[in-house]
């Protein structure tokens, strides 16, 4: 799909939504303690399996010009590659927000190294080490495993400033059991909220249903997981994740103007973008961008041609009410690597929550909040 007709189908969606009426292993942490006074709001994406290198190199050429690849790449060159900065025409939402007292994390080219903390480099490890702060969890599997662990998600959910306030929409179905959804009483994908019959399937409906939820649900923590990234890599299609990641860049750029746009909204939301794993380092033949684990399987036992070194480097970016900046243990260096585990209490200390009453061993915040500085 070209760009502009992947924004034109996201404009179709928006306009289709303004039609439709309003309608475990640990002991659950205490949902208790500390709650702000005017409960603040969060909005947490999740790009699955995106590389740093796209996210800070744009296009990668070798691969673009790989036919096997990239069937018509001259549209390609001329959509990503032609003008500017290659990195800027492809996710030119992640890369406004320094600009506007955010973050945007994990260039290696700066000496910031973001990687996972689990051993595995795959998805369902990856949400869990994300939204439960820790690395050392029983997760080493994508199957349809209902989750025994705490996610900050249900968390908040369960406490009184935001009980039944958080909503999930996402992509992939295996969100149900990462979110536990009968134990958190969070429904993934509300089949409550209504959409228009012509509104398509994987991300677009994904967004759509987010949208619909910023505007009709007014709920305080909004988590959002796209996923065509991932499933376009595995295909081989460069071309497609590309499209899929530019796509996913707008939609993010909706979420965030529907919410700065909302006075319910504005002022007091942060918005989190991460992504779970990487993919592959290039190679002669561009097969390993395909591909993401360490070979570490179950067991415990490694198994190298399963093994796709650069799967576990990561990226995030951060906008919020006040300005962000990393914390001490989070500066650019290219070791020890920040990782996604601090995420969670991120997350919490958004939220004007203390992340230590969520579980004092989770991995601490990966950025802090300052003050807003004097008009």
């Known amino acids: 799909m070209k760009p502009s007709i992947i924004f034109s189908c996201s404009a179709l969606v928006a306009s289709l939504l303004l039609s439709v009426p309003v309608a475990a292993r640990d002991a659950a942490p205490k949902a208790v303690a500390r709650t702000p006074q005017a409960p603040n709001r969060l909005i947490f994406v999740t790009v699955d399996g995106v590389r740093w290198q796209e996210i800070f190199h744009g296009a990668d050429p070798r691969i673009v010009d790989d036919l096997r690849r990239t069937p018509m790449p001259e549209r390609i060159r001329k959509d990503y590659l032609s003008a500017g900065k290659p990195a800027d025409a492809l996710t030119p939402f992640l890369h406004e927000l320094e600009g506007k007292e955010g973050l945007l994390l994990g260039n290696r080219d700066k000496n910031y190294c973001r990687r996972v903390g689990n051993r595995y480099w795959f998805s369902y490890p990856g949400y869990n080490e994300m939204l439960t702060g820790k690395t050392d969890s029983w997760a080493n599997t994508n199957d ?208 004007g929550l203390q992340w230590s009453d969520f579980n004092p061993k989770i991995s601490p915040p990966l950025v802090r909040f300052l003050k807003p500085k004097p008009q």
């Open 144 to 351: 349809a495993v209902v989750n025994p662990d705490i996610t900050f998600l249900e968390w908040v959910n369960h406490m009184p400033a935001y009980a039944g306030k958080v909503r999930a929409y996402a992509t992939w179905d295996n969100f149900r059991n990462i979110l536990n959804e009968k134990r958190s009483q969070i429904a993934v994908n509300d089949p409550q909220l209504a959409l228009p019959a012509t509104v398509p399937g994987g991300d677009a409906r994904t967004f759509a249903l987010a949208l619909q939820s910023i505007r009709t649900e007014d709920p305080s923590v909004l988590f959002v997981g796209f996923g065509e990234t991932d499933e376009y890599a595995h295909e081989g299609h460069y071309d497609r994740y590309l499209d899929a990641l530019h796509m996913v860049d707008g939609y993010i750029r909706q979420l965030w103007e529907a919410a700065q746009s909302d006075p319910r909204w504005a002022g007091h939301t942060t918005l989190i973008v991460a992504t779970d794993h990487g993919r592959g380092l290039a190679d002669f033949d561009n097969e390993s961008w395909r591909r993401h684990s360490s070979g570490m399987d179950a067991a415990g036992l490694f198994h190298p041609e399963d093994s796709w070194p650069g799967s576990d480097q990561t990226w995030a970016a951060f906008i919020g009410p006040r300005p962000v900046e990393p914390t001490a243990k989070s500066a650019a260096q290219l070791w020890p690597c920040s990782t996604n585990s601090q995420l969670a209490a991120t997350a919490i200390e958004a939220l």
